[in-house]
């Protein structure tokens, strides 16, 4: 399936390749010193620096879609490419690190370097980010009188480790701009200041001891603090959201510069919540703004998505992530959001001296009109003419000429005389129009092409899952187990089992389960009697379903699920999951089981044997396709595809699990779970 027709891909591959060609001539625009900074901007080489960033995350695409994106992110008028450090991708077991493949984090930055940007590096290394367990590795769970990002000494021994050995790899390999690398900024923890108060008097010491901690690694560039605003000098207090321009009253100090580290172009997915679509006209008001009351760093979340691989994802997320950013999922150019971006990054930077250099001053040009004007001593002028009326057009004076201003716009005068960009205009200027390349800029649909069929039972082949009985499991406890402690992270899925004898002659009895994991799968002798299962907000759901039982012993099976861990909020190592609670009410009585004899088998048999490996499917015994059954793994081999566009599978048939190729997994699906309107929530 091609993401895009052939002449887009075309076009995209010429582009490719002629700014490939530009990378020697552009390369030494990075240059080494330390980077400092004022109450104005950043200072690179001395310079103040006016900049616009994007987060892509290495993780969340593969090393060979790397250079792709980021010369469409610099073709977009970006600066610099922004990423986290994720901890338990490097480090999944202690001291046992990974920095393959898409964990190579030092290849990436090099592409940053390759292409004459600059990196932004966020290590944390709590980062949230809707990724599992909001980076931290599990093991750290069972570090005795570990208390997570708090005046802990065990975790802060190994968050010091970690962010050590991390910023020791970047000097070992020159790429701090201190070394003439393109590193420019960090940042240590990530929005404590939302959960600071949970940690009472343990809270601030750790602030303090944190920010010490980074600034003493010596990297040559700032450290920042997103959302804290009691981040200790010098390290920089910045903004997270979707109306910094509006809602960030400034850094704590005037001697610092205003940074938004987190410009949201979309929402990220969640199972259970609607989809919710960002429009580039309300991101380019709040950008313009944020730069008209003093902003000179602003950085795009997510400027490049991509997807959430393997189990990556945090709870109920989608494995889609921010598909609505500027560049899609796919990698390929989201109109109109990245062109209009674009025209206004271009008409910002042309008023980079008056920005930079020159005095503020504000203008009433109305009853909800305002006037930010950058004047410079020798004359040079640039003024953002910001209409907050979001339901009027209003024609505004200034300097003896009159400006209509749309509503909810800011128009951008680079010389205090002509409009250059509006907020609220859309622009038609896109760059596939100088290849004459037809797009639907309002609709901004995406071209699929089918190149490979799978709806032939034939292609198909199964291997249905063992339900284990209590019998067969070895792992024992007189009461219910939590879950994420029980699997250590290692699966999705653990098993409860336990052996019910029913004295009574009537077949019928109910069952009821309170749960705390994600979803649940509830078998009796072996069959299905009924699966359910909670939300992004409503994570606690109790399944209650009549069921057969045998006069005498029954195996009660059931499958708890979950759907990535929690990654933010106070005392992650304190949460709990899966069963909390199982009842069965027959005729005769009611028997609470909680606290029964139960059996446990964490994983599935075919993970256990990594059967989605060529090298090991052989370990069980494979049948033809018959017909779609619960707990059953299909496989089917094809042909890929020629040329380098990009591919999805369609999932559309399937309802709950996880899909690999070639032995990788490309993350899980849940088409079952639709939305209000009864959609999928991605298919693809």
Known sequence: MCFGSGKVCEVMERLFWLL???????????????????????IIQGQRKLLFSGSIHYPRSTPEMWPSLITKAKEGGLDVIQTYVFWNLHEPQKSQYNFNGRADLVRFIKEIQAQGLYASLRIGPFIEGEWNYGGLPFWLHDVPGIVYRSDNEPFKVHMQNFTTTIVNMMKSENLYASQEGPIILSQIENEYQLVEPAYHEKGPPYVKWAAEMAVGLQTGVPWMMCKQNDAPDPVINTCNGMKCGESFPGPNSSKKPWL????????????????YTRSPQDIAFQVALFVARNGTFVNYYMYHGGTNFGRTTSSYVTTSYYDEGPLDEYGLIRQPKWGHLKELHAAIKSCSNPILFGTQFM???????TGYIYRQKSGECAAFLVNNDDTKTVVVPFQN???????????ILPDCKNVAFNTAKASLNLILEKYEVEINVENNTRSITTGKKFNGSEMWEEFRDIIPTFAQTSKRSNTLLEHMNTTKDMSDYLWYTSMYRHESSNSKAVLKVDSAGHALHAFVNGVLIGSTHGSHKNTRFTLENTIPLNEGNNNISLLSVMVGLPDSGAYLESRVAGLRRVRIHDIQNSKDLTNYSWGYQVGLLGEKLQIYLEQTSSKVQWRPFTSPNPLTWYKTSFDAPAGNESLGLNLGSMGKGEAWVNGQSIGRYWVSFVTSQGSPYQTW
Do not use: F, H, M
């Not at 990378?23 to 104005?40: F, H, K, L, Q, S």
């Not at 949201?264 to 199972?271: D, E, G, K, L």
């Not at 203008?363 to 009109?369: D, H, N, W």
């Open 363 to 369: 203008l009433s040009l109305g009853e909800r009109q």
């Open 20 to 42: 490939i060609l530009t990378v020697v001539a552009v390369v030494a625009a990075v240059e080494g010193g330390e980077v400092t900074y004022d109450g104005r901007s950043l």
């Open 260 to 275: 938004w580290t987190e410009n949201w172009t979309s929402r990220y997915q969640a199972y259970g919540e609607e989809p």
């Open 401 to 411: 000429s009159s400006y209509e201003l749309s509503p909810n716009s800011i128009s």
